[in-house]
């Protein structure tokens, strides 16, 4: 068994538990709001089949005025229940993923999803998973704001929301957890990935329990294949032009966005134009209407006609484009999967007709174009892959997958700086592809390292009560707050020093005499806002205010050596971070090793729990953590100097580099440990369990050794 401290067990198996839950959950509703629409499409056209079945009975004017309709109505619910909402996709969830924003809110998703029922049931040119991901993302999102999950946490368990509606609604699990790893957490770190895993197989069980569906979503023919060295060059060919129509299909979208963004009308009118638009394309095309799931299926068996194909690679780009930018609410994926099909297909007939030995079907090249065309735009080659595969469950073809998804991601990445997800985020200046420093700096918040263990006195409390509790607490600024905690200024030991030893002439005087201003910053700040505060040498911390009925009141402190801990942690340790285990072999007990403590120490900063006398103590085979170069654990007796104050006045907890694990207290059933809390009074606690720089151990035992 891999040993952990507690904290980091416990962390661990909180978020196996809620990725399960939101797995499970995300089934749940990717079911719900796949029976919703079906149940709608059923009321709007009296026809039990799709959308596609219905349209080619229906007369010319209601394939034009129904999809209109349904934008009418979709625009009205928006207006009623979410008049403010933005549209909020896969960039968004990116956006808040990026910078950690924390807080996703429920009801904008819920309407927007309701708004997408409406659009879709009436042959609007998006897809399920768009709605599918978010409410997700939004109950993923719920979760960890309940749990009271830090920013990167709450991150990890907003990418099981996503893995989980993705993995739903399209019954493929895998592909579901790579989307997220490789498209929004930019990691397949397994402590990242596990959870993602866990999320995406427990939404494919919840989904597969309810509706029984564990068929591949598109059928294939029997004899599909692609083989040999001259169609792998035709693949290769396919791949590189995949990347040009990937690009033009983004562009397109762009183009619509730009389109509607210029007209100036109501949501109501942009939703009914669109649905127009799409309605007039469907009367010449009905496959064009939905999200393009029949008309897919039916190329691939091969029931489409040469001339339909053609307008379809056309119409289906068009169509979306419109439906998008006119503000409908919904996914691109699948009606992106219907021209990447089209594609394909029109580059097998081509390829049959220069080369007539050519014995490949159409579907196979027709599912590579769906795959191509994918990675094109999402710059997502593996993801592809592994979605189209899971989608038809042919892995025969992984091959020319793998060739076609690559060359086209490259040649899109060569033509556009930004994936289809990326572009909206670029223009509205969220940092996508910023250094890890710079992005350190933007997404951790004031919030994150807030120490709540502030020390105040009023503005009229005399200066000697001031500088008795300097003495007190070892603190260097001490803030001064008016009757209901609104932030006045602050008291630096630096500009009292002279009254130390000279109390007796200072009885007339009181705090707001000594005081300098202070505005402080907000918990809504980067490090990157209150950084430059810095600058100046002599400023050591910032007090953090809350806004509250206008006035400025003070609920913690944030000091430079946090800042640097902060940027060290994420920056200079992210890559040593990564420990190793060291399973069996015998390890000895080092000079700062922790008897009867629950941690060791041994040779090369190896770190393992033992017993005494068990199996798995120092100098007995076990299993070990390996520390990073430099780094130890030691236990660090607390001298009678710190007994009269807390964890925190100790200063062991204001350091960059030493983090305190636990606390050792003797009690009448032997020492007992405690949780490591700043508050803590050090009266009955015996010793620190600290781990950190072996030089910083050292200074700190010196110190405690030492006193001042």
């Not at 419109?322 to 990447?340: K, M, R």
């Not at 953090?544 to 340790?573: K, N, P, S």
Request: aromatic fraction near 6%; glycine fraction near 12%; include cysteine.
């Amino acid at each position: 068994m891999k040993l952990f401290t507690e904290r980091r067990a416990l962390a661990t198996t909180s978020n196996f538990v809620l990725a399960a839950m939101v797995g499970a959950l995300g089934g749940v509703l990717a079911v719900g709001f796949q029976s919703l629409v079906d149940l709608a499409q059923r009321l709007v056209t009296g026809h039990e089949g799709t959308f596609v079945d219905a349209a080619r009975d229906m007369t010319w004017w209601e394939c034009l005025l129904l999809p209109a309709t349904g934008g009418v109505v979709a625009a009205l619910v928006i207006r009623l229940f979410a008049p403010r909402a933005k549209p909020f996709g896969i960039s968004g969830i990116m956006e808040a993923v990026s910078v950690r924003r924390r807080r996703i809110k429920g009801r904008p998703i819920i309407t927007r999803a309701a708004a997408a029922v409406a659009v879709i049931a009436s042959g609007g040119s998006v897809g399920r998973e768009g709605p599918i991901v978010q409410l997700a993302a939004a109950c993923a999102s719920k979760l960890a704001r309940t749990a009271k999950f830090d920013a990167a946490r709450h991150s990890l368990l907003l990418g099981c929301g996503v893995a989980a509606g993705m993995a739903a609604a399209y019954n493929a699990p895998l592909a579901g957890a790579l989307f997220v790893g490789e498209v929004i957490l930019a990691s397949f770190a397994i402590d990242v990935f596990a959870p993602l895993v866990v999320s995406s197989v427990f939404a494919v069980l919840s989904m597969r329990a309810i509706r029984g569906a564990d068929a591949a979503v598109y059928s294939m023919p029997s004899d599909v294949s692609i083989d040999g060295f001259g169609p792998a060059m035709l693949v290769l060919v396919l791949g590189l032009v995949a990347g040009v129509v990937a690009v033009g299909f983004q562009r397109g979208l762009r183009l619509g966005n730009r389109l509607f963004a210029s007209f100036p009308a109501p949501l109501e009118a942009k939703l009914a134009l669109g649905g127009l638009a799409v309605g007039a394309l469907g009367i010449l095309v009905p496959e064009v209407f939905g999200n393009g799931y029949t008309a897919t299926s039916e190329l691939l068996a091969g029931k489409l006609a040469f001339g339909t194909i053609v307008l379809l690679l056309v119409a289906k780009p068009i169509a979306t484009a419109l439906s998008v930018g006119s503000g409908a609410p919904g996914g691109v994926f699948t009606p992106a999967l219907l021209a990447g099909a089209c594609f394909g297909g029109l580059f097998a007939q081509s390829a049959h007709a220069v080369w007539p030995a050519l014995e490949t079907p159409n579907a196979a090249f027709a599912v590579v174009g769906m795959a191509s065309l994918i990675a094109g735009l999402t710059h997502a080659p593996i993801v592809s892959m592994v979605l189209i595969l899971e989608l038809t469950h042919d892995f025969g073809l992984i091959l020319p997958l793998v060739l076609a998804t690559v060359t086209s991601s490259l040649v899109a990445r060569w033509l556009a700086r930004d994936s289809i997800f990326t572009e909206s985020l670029r223009a509205r200046g969220v940092p996508i592809d910023v250094g890890l420093e710079d992005l350190t700096l933007r997404r951790v918040r004031v919030r994150d390292l807030v120490r709540s263990g502030v020390q105040a006195v009023a503005w009229s409390t005399p200066l000697a009560d001031v500088l008795q509790r300097f003495r007190e607490t070892r603190l260097d600024v001490i803030y001064v707050v008016g009757d209901e905690g609104e932030l006045q200024g602050l008291v630096d030991l630096h500009d009292v020093k002279e009254h130390l030893n000279r109390e007796a002439s200072t009885p007339s005087r009181s705090a707001v005499d000594v005081m300098t201003g202070a505005s402080g910053v907000t918990g809504e700040m980067s490090l990157a806002e209150i950084l430059p505060s810095f600058d100046d040498p002599e400023l050591e911390e910032l007090p953090v205010v809350e806004l509250r009925h206008g006035r400025r009141v003070l609920v913690g402190r944030i000091t430079r050596r946090d800042v640097i801990a902060a940027i060290h942690l994420e920056v200079v340790q992210a890559q040593a971070r990564r420990t190793r285990s060291i399973v069996g072999g015998s390890v000895g007990m080092g000079g700062a090793g922790i008897a009867g403590a629950g941690v060791g120490v041994g040779p090369g900063n190896v770190v393992g729990s033992h017993t005494p006398g068990a199996p798995g103590a120092p100098g007995a085979p076990g299993e070990w953590i390996e520390l990073p170069e430099g780094y130890a654990v030691a236990e660090i007796d607390v001298p009678e100097h710190w007994r009269g104050g807390t964890l925190e006045a100790s200063g062991v907890t204001r350091s960059a580099n030493l983090t305190v694990l636990s606390l050792v207290e003797d009690s009448a059933d032997g020492a007992k440990r405690r949780a490591a809390l700043p508050d803590t009074r050090l009266e009955s606690i015996r010793s620190l369990i600290v781990v950190g720089r072996r030089e910083d151990l050292a200074a700190l035992k010196t110190r405690a050794t030492s006193p001042e």
